[in-house]
């Protein structure tokens, strides 16, 4: 376990750097696009004179150049300071915190619900291979695939909230409601449920067909013909050897994934109305909100920083090898 824990642990140093590059280099791109923060502000008041511009720049630090301004973010950055958000009034790390809960249960409904759903297909699938199970289930995988999850969302709108009145339309829970305890909590669910199918269901065709073909794979291996020619069942044969091995790819691809699913939340949230960090992205971007985007960025990365530190440790746990 030791082995394990300070392989994960080199990895994990190993992506800092990594992440320090990355928010300098989003910080010099952004520098690029026309307009800032307070041309925003400007533009939400309905003007300014060039004094008040002037003084709200200083404030601000724009009135310096783009080196020193990323020399003054990467020293906050090391202080774990975000900054001020000037569209908000209030630091870059309350708005996120605010936003973060609402990601975190979309991101890990979805990621979970696919994962779950492509093993129990890619394994239906391979042991029906061929035949009209497999068949249309890797039809149904390819449409997930090839489908936008935009217009997921909004079909699951029409039909399931306009025309049917099943579920809700869009927001994390019931306005003015003021549930309390597992009543909120099944709220909150009842909302997620078209966010989290909408977002999941492109992962899911990929989990299912990297199943399908790593079950494929595994089972005509030796050592499963092994257990076959030992006398054991199917069901211990899938579950006791082919399970294990197969399931190394889909772990690989949730850790490569993380990052996907947090660009999808952008989508799912703005089409929902969920007050995620997708949706916050969204409106930074717009209002020409510097340190929130930088922020989400931030803290999405170190999101996936820990999604992968996870994904190292459960390998590890699958294939003992990697540690030797």
Do not use: C
């Not at 890990?108 to 129990?120: E, K, N, P, R, V």
């Amino acid at each position: 376990m030791m082995r394990v824990l300070l392989l994960a642990l080199r990895r994990l140093a190993a992506s800092l750097p990594t992440l320090f590059v990355l928010l300098a280099g989003l910080f010099l791109l952004l520098q690029l696009a026309p307009g800032d923060t307070v041309d925003a502000l400007v533009a939400q008041i309905g003007g300014g004179d060039p004094r008040m511009i002037e003084e709200l720049r200083q404030y601000y630090g724009l009135d310096v150049s783009v080196a020193v301004q990323l020399g003054r973010y990467v020293w906050r950055l090391l202080q774990l300071d975000l900054g001020f958000s000037a569209i908000y009034g209030k630091p870059v790390s309350e708005v996120i915190l605010e936003r973060l809960p609402a990601t975190l249960l979309l991101m890990g409904s979805a990621l979970s619900f696919a994962f779950a759903a492509g093993m129990a297909l890619g394994v239906l699938a391979a042991r029906r291979v061929n035949r009209w199970p497999d068949t249309l289930i890797s039809t149904l995988g390819l449409v997930f695939y090839a489908t936008p999850s935009f217009w997921f969302g909004l079909m699951g709108i029409v039909i399931f909230a306009v025309k049917l009145g099943w579920l809700p339309a869009g927001g994390l829970e019931e306005i003015g409601a003021g549930y309390t305890g597992l009543r909120r909590v099944a709220d909150i669910a009842w909302h997620l449920l078209l966010p989290t199918l909408t977002l999941a269901l492109i992962f899911l065709a990929t989990y299912l067909r990297i199943m399908r073909a790593s079950m494929l794979e595994v089972m005509n291996l030796d050592f499963v013909r092994t257990a076959r020619a030992k006398g054991l069942s199917p069901r211990r044969v899938i579950t006791g050897h082919v399970l294990r091995n197969a399931l190394l790819p889909m772990v690989t691809l949730v850790g490569l994934q993380a990052g996907t699913m947090l660009g999808g939340s952008v989508v799912v949230e703005s089409v929902f109305a969920l007050p995620g960090l997708g949706r916050l992205a969204y409106e930074a971007v717009v209002q020409r909100d510097l340190n929130t985007l930088l922020g989400i960025v931030f803290v999405s990365a170190l999101l996936v920083i820990l999604i992968n530190f996870i994904v190292d440790l459960l390998y590890a746990r699958l294939d003992p090898r990697i540690v030797t």
